[in-house]
């Protein structure tokens, strides 16, 4: 069964400092899909990325990055000089290829970025 | 940039009461889907709905819920007979094809309180 961990539940830090966001997931399947949405106190759910299971590059959009590594089933979530904007509930996902597009979400991380 | 919108943003419904969701999805997208996020908790999977029928559901989705798409633009989520365990917020969800593909963008949400 496919399956995503958020073992962070809250996390509190101070503006400019640097944070990531912990996500573990479990699927048999080899080939899937991990997503990163963002939940800011509005409500809606924000789509940041999408990572397929072949392409373990990490990635970096501004002062967002990610490291994707299959040997540990993870796909960690860094925010860099965080800032009070940042402070949401961030949710990482997954969908395997067989699923129809339905996406399992882990439980969530909040952030909260002080001034 | 095209969005999925969902109407109406609060539903305050009595128990026992039937209660329709409406999304319009973005329109070049083929498929459609409903989840639910409880007060606190995470996301969750309702439903998925290509081709004018439902591709797959979750355990959630019983009898009392059901989708439609009856213009070829709206996407509704009928709940038929509501508890108090219906509220919740619920969000649709539109891709251009399947989720492993495209991601999924959401709407901004509908709160559904019961009484």
């Known amino acids: 069964a496919q399956k995503v961990t958020q073992a962070q539940t809250e996390i509190s830090v101070v503006e400019k400092e640097d944070v990531t966001l912990d996500c573990v997931y479990e699927t048999r399947d080899t080939t899937y899909y991990l997503f990163w949405y963002k939940q800011p106190p509005s409500g809606e759910l924000v789509f940041l990325i999408r990572r397929n299971s072949f392409d373990e590059q990490n990635e970096i959009s501004g002062r967002y990055s990610w490291n994707f590594q299959k040997s540990t089933s993870s796909f960690n979530f860094t925010i860099t000089a965080s800032q009070v904007v940042d402070s949401a509930v961030y949710f990482c996902?997954?969908?395997?290829?067989?699923?129809?597009?339905?996406?399992?979400f882990g439980q969530g991380t909040e952030l909260s970025v002080k001034p | 940039e095209p969005e999925v919108t969902q109407t109406p943003s609060h539903q305050v419904t009595q128990m026992g009461q039937e209660v329709i969701l409406r999304c319009v999805p973005i329109?070049?997208?083929?498929?459609f889907y409903w989840y639910r996020q409880i007060l606190g908790q995470k996301v969750e999977f309702l439903v998925s709905f290509y081709n004018n029928e439902i591709s797959e559901k979750s355990e959630i989705f019983d009898d009392q819920f059901s989708v439609e798409r009856p213009d070829g633009s709206n996407f509704t989520l009928k709940i038929r007979s509501t508890k108090l365990e219906d509220s919740a917020m619920y969000f649709c969800?539109?891709?251009?094809?399947?989720?492993?593909?495209?991601?999924?963008?959401f709407g901004d949400g509908t709160r559904l309180s019961i009484l």
């Open positions: 969800a539109s891709s251009e094809a399947l989720g492993t593909h495209q991601p999924q963008h």
């Open positions: 996902a997954l969908t395997d290829y067989n699923q129809g597009g339905k996406l399992i």
């Open positions: 329109s070049n997208h083929l498929y």
